[in-house]
């Protein structure tokens, strides 16, 4: 695969623009749980995922991880470049949830991109707002959302991503991805488990009863 099948804004670039981002570019495969950029002191650059799946997060004081949003294929991450970008002071970690093979472009290429191209700064305008939206989206989830509702949400939505109903996860990595403790999650999994809604196996939550899980989702 090539970097310019994968960069939504290829065609609006000169010649010049997009021969400096082909020798730039790095391509990398990344085997699953890897921690590919760690806080704000970090700037690996524009990260552009061509297969597999990664998990941006953040840590509290405490420790306790919560993650802020996934990135898919062709999604790009803005984060792991924040050094290029002034003012955004974000403390977050990413990582493979997959193998995944991804594109690194070094963040002093695109910063002089943008400087010189109003198509990607517009881009990356617009990805950064829409990145904030999920952000903000969360923290809305956190502060008015029950929990019970939001393991259901995020229970179906492993589900469609995995594409199956038999989910490989730890109490722990759900306590992971919702910011909470383990003991929260598996408090709650035992009541949808006497619900009816899942079951529980060693390292296994099988969902079968999705339409009453989308029920406590809404």
């Not at 996934?70 to 003012?87: Q, T």
């Amino acid at each position: 695969m090539k970097v310019s099948e994968y960069f939504p804004i290829w065609d609006q670039l000169t010649a010049a623009q997009q021969e400096r981002l082909k020798k730039a570019a790095v391509h990398r495969e990344i085997p699953k749980g890897t921690v590919i950029h760690s806080g704000e002191l970090d700037c690996l650059g524009l990260v552009l995922v061509e297969r597999g799946r990664l998990r941006a997060y953040i840590v509290s004081e405490e420790g306790r991880e919560i993650t802020i949003y996934r990135l898919l294929e062709r999604d790009f991450c803005l984060f792991s470049a924040s050094c290029m970008m002034k003012n955004i002071q974000f403390a977050v970690t990413v990582e493979t949830e997959t193998d995944a093979a991804v594109w690194i472009i070094p963040p002093a290429v695109f910063k002089s991109l943008m400087e010189e191209s109003a198509a990607a700064a517009n881009y990356v305008n617009q990805l950064m707002a829409g990145r904030f939206s999920e952000v903000v989206w969360l923290m809305e989830q956190i502060m008015w959302k029950s929990f019970d509702s939001r393991l259901a949400a995020f229970l179906l939505e492993e589900s469609d991503l995995e594409e199956t109903d038999r989910l490989k996860l730890t109490h722990e990595k759900i306590a992971d991805h919702l910011g909470t403790a383990r003991e929260v999650v598996t408090r709650m999994l035992r009541y949808f488990q006497g619900e009816g809604l899942v079951r529980l196996s060693r390292g296994m939550v099988e969902l079968l009863d999705r339409e009453g899980l989308e029920k406590l989702a809404e």
